[in-house]
C-alpha cells in the first residue's frame, strides 16, 4: 500500500495553507488549516475500513517555553506525539481525500462535527488539551487541525500522514475517540500501514 499527496512532496514542507498557523510579519497568527490531499493505491485484498492518522512527533515536552519570549526550545529537548488527525472507518473503495474536504480553516473551540468521507468517523486532536483552559479557544477539537509549531522552536517539526488497512468494517472506538484509543482498537486488525510525512516550522531562524 502507498500513498502520496498533491499537497506537499514526502519529507519537504508543508505549505501554511495546510497548516493551522502562520507567519504574520513579526508574529504569528491562524493559516487557512486545510486539509492537504491525499490519495492512496494498492490497498491488501480483505481490507474492510481505512484509519487515518496524522501525528507531529516533534511536540516540545516542556509546554511552559513554548512561545514565551527571550526563551528558546533547544532542539535536543525531548519530544512527544501531538495528534492533529485521527479519523476511522474510511471505506476500503476509498483513495484519495481531496484537500480542503475536511477541514477549510480554524474554528474556535474545535469543529463539532467535521466534513469527511461517508461513513467515516472523526475523533479528538491534541489542540483539545492545549487549549484547556482558554476561555476562547477551549473545547472539544474534532477532525483535521494543521501545524501550529511554538515560533521558538529550534527544531523542524514532521508531521506523519499514517494509513492503515484494516480487516473491520468498524473500529471498536466511542464518540470522542482518540489516536490512542484507536491504536488499541488496531491491535491485531491491520493488513498494512503507509505513511508521508511533510516538515514545518514558525521559526524565522530555522528552515524546514
Given at each position: 500500500?502507498k500513498?502520496r499527496s498533491?499537497?506537499?512532496?514526502?519529507?519537504?514542507?508543508i505549505?501554511a495553507?495546510?497548516?493551522?498557523?502562520?507567519?504574520?510579519?513579526?508574529?504569528?497568527?491562524?493559516?487557512?488549516?486545510?486539509?492537504?490531499?491525499?490519495?492512496?493505491?494498492?490497498?491488501?485484498?480483505?481490507?474492510?475500513?481505512l484509519?487515518?492518522?496524522?501525528?507531529?512527533?516533534?511536540?516540545?515536552?516542556?509546554?511552559?517555553?513554548?512561545?514565551?519570549?527571550?526563551?528558546e526550545?533547544p532542539?535536543?529537548q525531548?519530544?512527544?506525539?501531538?495528534v492533529h488527525w485521527?479519523?476511522?472507518?474510511?471505506?476500503p473503495?476509498?483513495?484519495?481525500?481531496?484537500?480542503g474536504?475536511c477541514?477549510?480553516?480554524?474554528v474556535?473551540?474545535?469543529?463539532?462535527?467535521?466534513?469527511?468521507?461517508?461513513?467515516?468517523?472523526?475523533?479528538?486532536?491534541?489542540?483539545?488539551?492545549?487549549?484547556?483552559g482558554?476561555a476562547?479557544?477551549?473545547?472539544?477539537?474534532h477532525?483535521y487541525?494543521?501545524?501550529?509549531?511554538?515560533?521558538?522552536?529550534l527544531r523542524?517539526?514532521?508531521?506523519f500522514?499514517?494509513?492503515?488497512?484494516?480487516?473491520?468494517?468498524?473500529?471498536?472506538?466511542?464518540d470522542?475517540?482518540?489516536?490512542?484509543?484507536v491504536?488499541?482498537?488496531?491491535?491485531?486488525?491491520?493488513?498494512?500501514e503507509?505513511?508521508?510525512?511533510?516538515?514545518?516550522?514558525?521559526?524565522?531562524?530555522?528552515e524546514?
Open positions: 500500500m500513498i498533491d499537497s506537499f512532496e514526502n519529507g519537504k514542507p505549505p495553507e495546510f497548516a493551522a498557523g502562520q507567519r504574520e510579519g513579526d508574529g504569528v497568527g491562524f493559516a487557512p488549516n486545510r486539509n492537504p490531499h491525499l490519495a492512496w493505491n494498492d490497498v491488501p485484498e480483505g481490507t474492510r475500513s484509519a487515518l492518522l496524522c501525528i507531529d512527533t516533534d511536540a516540545p515536552t516542556v509546554p511552559g517555553m513554548a512561545g514565551k519570549p527571550g526563551v526550545i532542539v535536543d525531548p519530544r512527544a506525539d501531538f485521527a479519523m476511522v472507518d474510511l471505506p473503495g476509498l483513495d484519495a481525500i481531496a484537500a474536504s477541514s477549510d480553516g480554524v474556535a473551540r474545535g469543529k463539532s462535527d467535521p466534513h469527511g468521507p461517508d461513513g467515516a468517523r472523526q475523533g479528538l486532536n491534541d489542540y483539545t488539551g492545549w487549549f484547556a482558554d476562547d479557544l477551549e473545547g472539544r477539537w477532525g487541525d494543521g501545524p501550529f509549531p511554538p515560533p521558538n522552536d523542524v517539526h514532521r508531521y500522514f499514517r494509513l492503515f488497512a484494516l480487516d473491520v468494517a468498524r473500529l471498536s472506538v466511542s470522542g475517540f482518540t489516536a490512542a484509543d491504536f488499541a482498537a488496531m491491535h491485531g486488525h491491520v493488513l498494512a503507509a505513511s508521508i510525512h511533510g516538515t514545518y516550522t514558525l521559526n524565522p531562524t530555522v524546514a
